[in-house]
């Protein structure tokens, strides 16, 4: 009987943990704060706790799910609602670089150091401090560089290169496999595909573990180059 307790105790955490974040939306990912991590820390062990509790039911992990997610909601509204709550709920961000010197003063009060920072600037590929004019410390605690004009990258207006339109680069065959929906919206067929890629040598889709195909361009392949797992 506990092993069917936790089967079905399982699964209605699992169903609802999948609703409540989708219905918070993708910032518990991509722009995660403090608290938005903190907030998915106890969605996972309510339902963690309650699998090991006897006398914790379906009816309480529900419960305890939907009013936990009825509260980040509000707090959610509330500060697209209010835009000066979103510094005391969201924090703000810091200009922890400004004019190519280190505001310490922003660095203390965001508890960085120097060496953090540093590897931080180092993601954004600014390898030395003298390179960055302005460095922002955002909320997600990543960092967005502004260099200063000697090391910044040219644009193609800066070096008055004729304007190209993008072209979106599509993914037609991943570990062996077609894409059949990629083609379909590209307005491509199986046979294109395969005479393309003869053309390059490979008589099968099985053989490629990367395809993209973008207009204009011929299709880019990346074959197995060792024993497929």
């Known amino acids: 009987m506990d092993f069917i307790r936790i089967a079905v105790e399982l699964s209605v955490g699992f169903i609802s943990l999948f609703i409540v974040t989708q219905l918070l939306g993708k910032t518990q990912i991509n722009q995660i704060t403090p608290f938005d991590f903190i907030s998915a820390l106890v969605l996972g062990e309510l339902v963690g706790n309650a699998l ?3 006398e914790v039911g379906v009816d309480k992990i529900l419960y305890s799910l939907t009013l936990w997610g009825i509260l980040i909601y509000l707090l959610e509204l509330i500060t697209q609602k209010w835009r000066r709550s ?4 969201e924090g703000r961000p810091s200009l922890v670089i400004y004019e190519g010197k280190i505001n310490r003063k922003e660095l203390k009060r965001s508890k960085l150091y120097i060496n953090q920072l ?3 600037l180092r993601a954004k590929g600014a390898f030395s401090i003298r390179e960055v004019e302005y460095a922002v410390l955002e909320t997600d605690g990543s960092v967005s560089v502004l260099k200063k ?3 910044a ?3 193609n207006a800066d070096l ?3 304007y190209s339109k993008p072209q979106l680069a599509v993914t037609l065959i991943s570990d062996g496999d077609v894409i059949y929906e990629n083609l379909e919206e590209f307005h491509l067929t199986v046979q294109w595909l395969l005479l393309e890629i003869k053309k390059q040598g490979f008589h099968n889709p099985s053989d490629i573990l990367l395809a993209e195909y973008q207009q204009g361009k011929s299709l880019y392949i990346l074959p197995f180059t060792e024993e497929k797992l």
């Open 52 to 54: 090991y509790d006897p």
């Open 86 to 89: 979103r510094k005391i709920l």
């Open 118 to 120: 540093q590897h931080l």
């Open 149 to 151: 004009h000697g090391f």
């Open 153 to 155: 990258n040219p644009t």
């Open 160 to 162: 008055s290169i004729p």
